[in-house]
């Protein structure tokens, strides 16, 4: 779901329970999934630099997940990062990223679409075989 199709009251949903996954992050080390829902809660409502930050945290958590440096990717591309944008999504390849479909379709790196940057790293993820990473 994106922001686009979300109704208000769906929207108010997530802002609370964004509230209360704050509310645990205080008093609680974070957990790899709380600090996932959040990243994509974050984006969801608009608070993108929010969502950077979570992404982050889980990079930091995850150093070697594809799907984590993605989504830092999606965040910085979101955030105007795009130099940035294309070295997480250069990393998320490296470490076994490796759906093109997504690629071409996920409008988090529209940013990105018209550089040639991003169609090298599509023609990348396109020719590995799935399963077969880095």
Do not use: W
């Not at 979570?54 to 955030?79: F, I, K, M, Q, W």
Request: net charge negative; glycine share 8%.
């Amino acid at each position: 779901m994106s922001a686009h199709e979300m109704d208000g009251l769906e929207r108010a949903k997530l802002r609370f329970q964004i509230g209360m996954c704050e509310e645990a992050l205080q008093d609680h080390e974070p957990s790899i999934e709380l600090l996932q829902f959040l990243a994509e809660a974050y984006t969801l409502v608009g608070r993108y630099e929010d969502g950077l930050r979570a992404d982050r945290r889980l990079v930091d958590l995850c150093p070697e997940d594809a799907g984590v440096h993605y989504n830092l990717a999606c965040s910085l591309a979101l955030t105007g990062a795009r130099e940035a944008a294309f070295d997480a999504l250069g990393h998320a390849v490296d470490v076994g990223f490796e759906d093109a479909e997504l690629l071409t379709s996920d409008d988090d790196l529209c940013s990105l679409r018209a550089d040639p940057r991003f169609e090298a790293i599509v023609r990348r993820v396109a020719r590995r075989p799935r399963g077969e990473g880095s």
